[in-house]
């Protein structure tokens, strides 16, 4: 059982049937991180140069072969970080920042053994966002990224050049505490243990055939 496994509960998260209004108990001061703006931005980036380290087997046999590249987390490293506010846009700045994306690697070697290793892509962003007027808590840039690529080459002693689908998420956020309605505690249910129902259909077969 689980909140959307026909579990059945005006305390449950879920859509919304009749009343909005019915059933709210309260205003409710919650801590979280309020987004004020936000773009995303996605492209095909051709000729990135992947230096790979921690490779694993070690001391494989080389030349490598290019297998494919992920981004390993969703979160990318912030760098460089320049505001600028736009006088001419109230509110507004541009935004400039160098945004690293740790990457997986896998390939096999010579010998055709499976391999993977490690690396990171640099991009640099500059874009204009909407940014909070001036307050005692301070704003801040977070990046949520993913990369892919399925095509590569080994061009040098460790190295793979790629052409890779890139999405980079960049966000204005602040951890505020932010008053919401309320419709109290959700109620939580009991788990649904996963069984592997192996006699389903046996015990349902007659004694005797007819």
Same mark, same amino acid.
């Given at each position: 059982?689980?909140?959307?496994c026909?579990f059945q509960?005006?305390?449950?998260p879920?859509?919304?049937?009749?009343?909005p209004?019915n059933?709210l108990?309260e205003k409710?001061?919650?801590q979280?991180?309020k987004?004020?703006?936000?773009c995303?931005?996605?492209s095909?980036?051709n000729d990135?140069?992947?230096n790979i380290?921690?490779?694993?087997?070690?001391n494989p046999?080389?030349?490598?072969t290019?297998?494919?590249?992920?981004?390993m987390?969703?979160?990318?490293?912030i760098?460089n970080l320049?505001?600028?506010?736009?006088p001419?846009?109230?509110?507004?700045a541009?935004?400039?920042?160098?945004?690293?994306i740790? +990457?997986s690697v896998?390939?096999t070697?010579?010998?055709?053994?499976?391999g993977?290793?490690?690396?990171?892509v640099?991009i640099?962003k500059?874009?204009?966002l909407?940014v909070?007027?001036a307050?005692?808590?301070?704003?801040?840039?977070?990046a949520v990224?993913?990369?892919?690529?399925?095509?590569?080459?080994y061009?040098?002693d460790?190295q793979?050049?790629?052409?890779?689908? +890139?999405?980079?998420?960049?966000?204005?956020?602040? $951890?505020?505490?932010?008053?919401i309605?309320?419709?109290?505690y959700a109620?939580?249910p009991?788990c649904? $243990?996963?069984t592997?129902?192996?006699?389903?259909?046996?015990f349902?077969l007659?004694?005797?055939p007819?």
């Amino acid at each position: 059982m689980s909140f959307f496994c026909n579990f059945q509960s005006d305390r449950c998260p879920g859509a919304i049937s009749g009343n909005p209004l019915n059933g709210l108990c309260e205003k409710v001061c919650i801590q979280a991180k309020k987004v004020f703006d936000a773009c995303i931005q996605q492209s095909q980036l051709n000729d990135i140069v992947l230096n790979i380290t921690n490779l694993t087997p070690a001391n494989p046999t080389y030349p490598l072969t290019f297998v494919s590249a992920k981004s390993m987390v969703s979160k990318g490293v912030i760098s460089n970080l320049l505001i600028e506010p736009l006088p001419e846009r109230p509110h507004s700045a541009r935004v400039r920042a160098d945004v690293t994306i740790p +990457v997986s690697v896998a390939y096999t070697d010579a010998n055709g053994v499976e391999g993977a290793a490690t690396s990171s892509v640099t991009i640099t962003k500059d874009v204009i966002l909407n940014v909070p007027s001036a307050s005692i808590m301070p704003y801040d840039i977070e990046a949520v990224v993913s990369l892919v690529s399925t095509l590569g080459s080994y061009t040098a002693d460790n190295q793979f050049t790629i052409d890779a689908c +890139v999405s980079i998420l960049l966000k204005v956020v602040m $951890e505020v505490e932010l008053l919401i309605p309320s419709y109290g505690y959700a109620a939580i249910p009991p788990c649904q $243990e996963y069984t592997q129902e192996v006699c389903a259909g046996f015990f349902e077969l007659p004694m005797y055939p007819e």
